[in-house]
């Protein structure tokens, strides 16, 4: 730096009267006191010089002689465009999402079918018909002689009722097979148990009272 | 299996299996040793699994429930453990 001012017209001190190459070290003070940030008309020699008054925020980015043009890089959202190649593969995936589920409902309906026909293999007429009107099937121990009803459609869980000789609900029990079977095979299984194995199903199975004695 | 592998064949037994599917029927001819053997094979299998084994009859008259393989049966139908809710 060269001289100081001793704070003539200035509030830092600094003068104003580059004398050497080293121009671009020259500061001034303006009224705003933007010491760091306002560069003067040059009025020095030397390999450096500097095109006008520059501010605060064209400081950095302003050369003079082989003036730098600085442009602004604007930040692109991140947003990815499909490709065709994208849109083959989802396609090819919901394609073969659809074949799945189709593909299962009909698994699906063929167990059901299937579970169905053996229920029926191994009932009475007069218990498909009462299946097929009361929507349950009423069964009866061999040793106990105590009464059932198994109700269809409602689950394999608490579908159970022991039923008194006047077909006053006692009490219901929930007790089912394990796994995930069609409800055809839970209301044989359950008619089975009851009928043959009443004393394990009862073991095993959660009752609860529907009435007082 | 299902159904008769030839017309002169003796189907004298078949064991339904419940499950996912609805059932798997497994068929033995009581002439054939073969036969017999693998259709006590899966029963003793499945038993071990904790499924339990009914004989009915095969107009699904009143049966009974079973322990050990009989191959003199019209029809065995094997029920996964039950379980309380």
Redesign the interface.
């Known amino acids: 730096m060269a001289g100081c001012c001793e704070g003539t017209g200035c509030g830092c001190g600094w003068s104003t009267s580059p004398t050497s190459t080293a121009v671009w070290t020259t500061w001034t003070v303006d009224a705003d006191n933007l010491v760091w940030e306002n560069w003067n008309t040059p009025s020095v020699t030397g390999s450096t010089t500097y095109n006008g008054l520059l501010t605060d925020d064209t400081i950095w980015y302003s050369w003079n002689e082989n003036s730098v043009t600085i442009t602004t890089r604007v930040q692109q959202p991140r947003v990815r465009v499909p490709s065709e190649a994208d849109k083959a593969e989802w396609a090819r995936q919901k394609e073969a999402h659809r074949q799945r589920e189709a593909e299962r409902a009909r698994a699906e309906a063929e167990a059901k079918a299937r579970a169905e026909a053996l229920l029926e293999e191994n009932l009475t007429d007069a218990e498909r018909a009462e299946l097929k009107r009361e929507r349950y099937l009423t069964v009866e121990s061999r040793t106990s002689k105590r009464r059932y009803r198994i109700h269809a459609g409602q689950g394999c869980h608490g579908n159970i009722v022991e039923v008194d000789n006047d077909g006053r609900a006692v009490a219901s029990l929930c007790c089912a097979p394990r796994g995930s079977i069609p409800e055809g095979d839970y209301l044989l299984a359950q008619k089975l148990h009851l009928e043959h194995n009443e004393e394990e199903f009862r073991r095993v199975a959660n009752i609860t009272p529907r009435r007082t004695a | 299996m299902t159904g008769a592998v030839a017309t002169e064949r003796k189907v004298t037994g078949v064991m339904?299996e419940?499950?996912?599917?609805?059932?798997t029927k497994v068929i033995w001819d009581k002439d054939s040793p073969e036969e017999v053997a693998a259709a006590r094979t899966t029963f003793n299998s499945l038993k071990a699994k904790?499924f339990?084994a009914?004989s009915?009859k095969?107009d699904?008259?009143?049966?009974?429930?079973i322990s050990e393989f009989d191959p003199n049966a019209e029809k065995i139908?094997l029920?996964?453990?039950?379980?309380?809710?």
């Open positions: 339904c419940m499950n996912a599917s609805g059932d904790g339990a009914f009915v095969k699904g008259e009143k049966g009974t429930k139908i029920v996964p453990q039950i379980a309380g809710g």
